[in-house]
Each structure stands twice: as C-alpha cells, then as structure tokens.
C-alpha cells in the first residue's frame, strides 16, 4: 500500500506564490509517474502537471511558465512552486502516484489553495 501526504497549500493573493509538497510512503516501486491534480467547486478534476522518475515533466496548459514541478527521488516527494498565482487557480490540490508496475494509481488527501484578496 501507497500513502500520499500533501502539505503547502493556503490563502494566497493573486500575483503571490506557493510551494506544495507531497511525501509519499509504503511500497513505492521504482517505476512510476507521481503529478498533481486540481478540483476547483464544481469542476471535474483535471491535470496539472506530472513528473517522471527520470524526470520528464508535462503541464496543463494554463499552468505553463507559471508552475513548477519537481520531485526528490532519494526522498519520493513531490512539489509544485506555483508562482503569479490567479483566481481561478483555487482548487483542492491533489497529489497522485502512478505505480507502472502494478498498474495502480494512489491519491492524497488533497491541500487546499486559494487565491483572493
């Protein structure tokens, strides 16, 4: 079993920044994607962006040049500098771990962001 623990999120104003960071934990195969996801009120949750074990990234559109993911290997954590952040960058953040062996996905918790003034 996988455990996924996010931490960072908060009240931000526009234009500010944040750092998440999921940790995650238990039987973690070599071979995975980990990434972060958003829900905002009344959406469908959606990608924001992932990140191979050797590091290869991939971003939603709306995020790119504003976000940063990266991850510690050593450590299997996860972060997402989130810089000019918006409005309607508010959503619960969700951290996801994709096992490509057991071809099992695992899911934090979620952090919450928002952004307003």
């Known amino acids: 079993q996988v455990q996924l623990v996010e931490s960072g999120g908060g009240l931000v104003q526009p234009g500010g920044s944040l750092r998440l960071s999921c940790a995650a934990s238990?039987?973690?195969?070599?071979?995975?994607?980990m990434g972060w996801y958003r829900q905002a009120p009344g959406k469908e949750r959606e990608l924001v962006a992932t990140?191979?074990?050797?590091?290869?990234?991939d971003y939603a559109d709306s995020v790119k040049g504003r976000f940063t993911i990266s991850r510690d290997g050593t450590e299997n954590m996860v972060f997402l500098q989130m810089n000019s952040l918006k409005p309607e960058d508010t959503a619960v953040y969700y951290c996801?771990?994709?096992?490509?062996?057991?071809?099992?996905?695992?899911w934090g918790k979620g952090t919450l962001v928002t952004v307003s003034s």
């Open positions: 996801k771990l994709e096992d490509r062996v057991l071809w099992k996905d695992y």
């Open positions: 990140i191979t074990r050797g590091g290869s990234t």
């Open positions: 238990g039987n973690i195969f070599s071979s995975n994607v």
